[in-house]
């Protein structure tokens, strides 16, 4: 009886286009983080095109790309989804050694804090940018903006990439854009899928914000506003049929049981409102 019933959920969904969540509870609150509650709420693997799913929570992305030679995670929320994505990847018929690479946009504590788990689990290789690498290293302490307040466990980079290159596994393949700003190593990847049998340039570009950040005469980050500026410029001309951001929010997604994204952004509008959150018209 329960296999019908799963059977009969599986059929629905491959005729609906996404799998149906089930009723998850909340992910436990970090006593040094105190996340939003859509951030700490899982959901069930949620298909987005032929390859790629979202595997993390309602309020933050974590994406999983299932290929010919494996599988690619890019972002892993906070440290305590690390066994909601593991167990997300197995309800994908993966095995945790499938996984072969991890990269990811930012190295702040929401985006990667459950890397160092993912990868003990799994095996997979870090391949990040060399200011990334160097966070990723500290775990998140001396963040130019946020000092050691938000810390996670540390990961060691096996990959240095440079912009613009090219990370292959089987069938998929992404290229990495440098969108430095949000941290000087943050990173926006494409690649291109199918969407209901059309072909789709999808773009996951990485947060284009400055909460609370000084962003004139900052020692530690002199040019922040020269690299928003050319982030801004580069995310309006990346091939980008479709656009996901790590705040699942931010680009007008909404995962919940099923995927909604009547609202989404694309690259352009996402800068634009980027650009007019940031003042860098007025600062010009
Ligand atoms: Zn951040």
Not at 23 to 29: G, I, N, S, Y
Not at 49 to 73: K, P
Request: glycine share 8%.
């Amino acid at each position: 009886m329960a296999l019908r019933a799963e059977l009969g959920a599986l059929i629905m969904a491959m005729f609906s286009g996404f799998v149906v969540a089930e009723d998850f509870a909340l992910l436990p609150q970090l006593e040094n983080y105190k996340a939003p509650k859509s951030w700490r709420q899982p959901v069930a693997p949620l298909k987005i095109s032929d390859h790629t799913w979202q595997i993390g929570t309602q309020g933050i992305t974590s994406l999983l790309l299932i290929g010919s030679e494996g599988a690619i995670l890019i972002d892993g929320g906070m440290a305590q989804t690390a066994d909601h994505l593991l167990s997300n990847i197995g309800r994908l018929g993966l095995k945790p050694s499938d996984l072969k690479l991890i990269l990811h946009s930012h190295a702040h504590a929401d985006h990667v804090g459950s890397l160092a788990a993912v990868q003990r689990a799994t095996g997979a290789k870090i391949v990040t940018n060399a200011e990334s690498a160097v966070l990723l290293a500290r775990g998140g302490a001396n963040d130019i903006h946020f000092a050691d307040k938000i810390l996670y466990p540390p990961v060691k980079a096996d990959r240095i990439l440079h912009h613009g290159e090219e990370v292959i596994l089987g069938n998929l393949h992404l290229r990495v854009h440098f969108v430095p700003g949000h941290t000087p190593g943050s990173m926006a990847w494409t690649w291109q899928d199918k969407v209901e049998g059309e072909d789709t340039k999808i773009a996951y570009v990485d947060s284009l914000t400055a909460p609370g950040y000084q962003l004139i005469d900052n020692p530690r980050y002199p040019d922040i506003l020269q690299d928003f500026g050319t982030s801004l410029k580069r995310v309006r001309t990346l091939p980008c049929d479709l656009l996901i951001t790590p705040h699942t929010d931010a680009s007008g997604w909404v995962f919940q049981e099923s995927i909604e994204r009547g609202s989404v952004l694309d690259c352009k509008e996402y800068a634009d409102i980027a650009e007019q959150k940031l003042g860098l018209k007025r600062l010009e």
